[in-house]
């Protein structure tokens, strides 16, 4: 099992930046895909990006924050990462990390941490 804390949120000006980190304790980080999801008021999860466990990780996003985020993770420290720049009203958001195994569903997640971003 894995256990996972985000950080990082908060309150930043449209066009602003933020960087998420998740650290992650536990077993072995670096056997696991993670990804960065998001719930905003009133809606559902959805997916913002993911990154494979492999050396050399390929990475997804989803398209409404392609160019704008990035996600990596550092497997020496065991934290995972989303580099959020060009932010819009619309990112405001609860984020959260999960963490799965092969291609399973996630089956770890942290406690989330709020992104507020004023216009």
């Known amino acids: 099992q894995v256990q996972l804390v985000e950080s990082g949120g908060g309150l930043v000006q449209a066009g602003g930046s933020l960087r998420l980190s998740c650290a992650a304790s536990?077993?072995?980080?670096?056997?696991?895909?993670m990804g960065w999801f998001r719930q905003a008021p009133g809606k559902e999860r959805e997916f913002v990006a993911a990154i494979s466990w492999m050396i050399g990780s390929r990475t997804e996003y989803a398209d409404s924050v392609k160019g704008r985020f990035t996600i990596s993770r550092d497997n020496a420290q065991k934290v995972l990462y989303l580099q959020m720049n060009s932010l819009k009203p619309e990112d405001t958001a609860v984020y959260y990390c999960?963490?799965?195994?092969?291609?399973?569903?996630?089956?770890?997640w942290g406690q989330g941490t709020r992104v507020t971003v004023s216009s």
């Open positions: 536990g077993d072995t980080f670096s056997s696991y895909a």
């Open positions: 999960a963490a799965r195994l092969g291609v399973g569903a996630y089956a770890y």
